[in-house]
Every structure is written in structure tokens, then in C-alpha cells.
């Protein structure tokens, strides 16, 4: 099991940009996909993006495409999630997750608040 340490929230105004880091522990980081969830108040937890174990494939919701960044610096053992061009909208906790080859997300952080003014 990978552990998961999320930092990097804060408070921005619209338009802003915040960059969230996730640090993980265990010599398994590089084989996991790692991705990014986010629950707003009162709203379910959704995903917001996702990068393969390389990095060299990733996958976001429709409603950051364009705006948001996911990375990874396996020697690291870190995922980023550069947020531009942030919107009221974007405001949430923030989890990451990771996942093991074949498998689903099982991994998860405690979550970092991100809170958009406009």
C-alpha cells in the first residue's frame, strides 16, 4: 500500500493558479497510476485527473481540460496538479489517489483545500 501525503491548497482568487503536490511513500510509487479527486461541499467526490505509471498518458474530466496539469516525478515519488485560469467552481478538497496495475484507485491522501474567490 502507498501512502499519500497531499499539500499546496490554499485560497486564490478567480483567475489564479495553485500548483498541488502528493507525496508518496514506498518503492512501489512508479509502478501505480496516480490521480487526482476533488469533493465539493454537499457534492459527491468526483475525478478530476489521472497520469499513467510512466506519465506519458494522462486523462481529465472535460471541466479542467485546458486548465489543469497533471505530472509526476517518479524519482520523486511525487504527483502535481497545476491549476490555471481557476474558477469559483474549482473550489473543493482535493485527494489523491493511487492505484496498482490492473487495479482501481485504493490508495487515498487526506485531502487539501482549495478555495477559488471571485
Known amino acids: 500500500q502507498v501512502q499519500l501525503v497531499e499539500s499546496g491548497g490554499g485560497l486564490v482568487q478567480a483567475g489564479g493558479s495553485l500548483r498541488l503536490s502528493c507525496a508518496a511513500s514506498?518503492?512501489?510509487?512508479?509502478?501505480?497510476?496516480m490521480g487526482w479527486f476533488r469533493q465539493a461541499p454537499g457534492k459527491e467526490r468526483e475525478f478530476v485527473a489521472q497520469i499513467n505509471w510512466s506519465g506519458d498518458s494522462t486523462y481529465y474530466t472535460d471541466s479542467v481540460k485546458g486548465r489543469f496539469t497533471i505530472s509526476r516525478d517518479n524519482a520523486k515519488n511525487t504527483v502535481y496538479l497545476q491549476m490555471n485560469s481557476l474558477k469559483p467552481e474549482d473550489t473543493a478538497v482535493y485527494y489523491c489517489a493511487a492505484g496498482p496495475p490492473g487495479h482501481a484507485f485504493g490508495s487515498w491522501g487526506q485531502g487539501t483545500q482549495v478555495t477559488v474567490s471571485s
Open positions: 514506498g518503492r512501489t510509487f512508479s509502478s501505480y497510476a
